[in-house]
């Protein structure tokens, strides 16, 4: 596929980014610590669980980083394949929770086979666009296979219903092709449709808790007890932490069980109510770091599949952060998207530390050069 960079594993060891790293383990460890916070200082059920989720996580993240490049690329399609087929498994064997059908049981565990799609559509969207032209990139017809790519996932996943991931997905495949070259103006021109179509998705596509939402993002004091609950918590809980915070385990809201969900959706609520602003300010500068890592890791990429698949993962890694910080703000609807690396789950952990493992991967394999054959054929 292009000109060969071998490395021996030392010397693969030796260009992992281990500050990087370090800092994805920080993360973690505030997450571990909000988790035995939310269970009263309990190392169970939660902390104990995604420590040891964390720790193989780790392992696999350091395993793929160790993969040459060109291997993701080659099975690209293939990946993405195999994250279809689980798609479609929970349509007919999903495992019920919560009034959604998202999970499929595996025995040992359940996978929730959206975080794996997040991963698995990057790759695909990446290796399709490393193999076209530049000039051909904003070609009408060469818009047609990544839309489908995009939007048979997407429509599967609202199927569930899980209005959080899909949005998720939109909003990466939507950087990714930016990032290869598709003109703003088409994405204008769908964004236009969107909206026309508005309307009808309110009227036939919408489920009633998910309008619900949008209605109490747009008033939450509509219903306190009610749809407005989370919510109007959660701001609560933001505003009493104020500069240093309440101290550790000390946060009302979340130890008297004002606070729904602390150990997933609404932990940085938690987290801002136990150590106030300068904590948060402390967790999102974290964040900051390894999204310009990530970013700057995609630059130094001499293929355009790296390029492209490093800026994707970054990318999803960057919306969990807005869109969960958003929505326990009360900026946007709330749409259940987890923290990443803080919020307790395991499907959620993995994907994510996977996608480490392909930017880390990315980064030891930066100088391999790949030809720009067209890979959208097979």
Known sequence: MGRQVDLTLLQKLAQINW??????????????????????????????????RFAAGLGLMLLIALIDVRAWLRHAY???????????????????????????????????????????????????????????????????????????????????????????????????????????WKFAVALGAILLAIPLAWRFMLHGYQKDRVLTYLNPERDPLGAGYHIMQSKIALGSGGLFGKGFMQGTQSHLAFLPERQTDFIFTMLAEEFGLIGCLGLLSLYILIIAYGYAIAMRS??????????GVISTFFLYVFINMAMVMGLIPVVGVPLPLVSYGGTSMMSLLIGFGLLLSVYVHRDVVISRRPSYSG
């Open 302 to 311: 001499r293929n355009q599949f790296g390029r492209l698949l490093a800026a």
């Open 19 to 52: 500050f990087l790293i370090l800092l994805i383990s920080l993360i973690a460890g505030v997450g571990f610590a909000m988790l035995y916070s939310a269970a009263n200082g309990s190392i169970d059920p939660w902390a104990s669980r995604q420590m040891f």
């Open 78 to 184: 293939l990946i993405y394949a195999a994250a279809l087929l689980l798609l479609v498994a929970v349509e007919v064997m999903g495992v019920v929770g919560m009034g959604a059908r998202r999970w499929v049981d595996l025995g040992l565990f359940q996978l929730q086979p959206s975080e794996v799609m997040k991963i698995a559509l990057v790759l695909a969207l990446a290796r399709f666009y490393h193999g076209l032209p530049l000039e051909e990139v904003g070609r009408i017809r060469w818009l047609v296979m990544p839309a489908g790519l995009i939007l048979i996932p997407v429509a599967l996943v609202m199927r569930q219903p899980d209005l959080g991931t899909a949005i998720l997905l939109l909003a990466t495949a939507t950087a990714i092709m930016l990032l290869a070259g598709v003109r703003l």
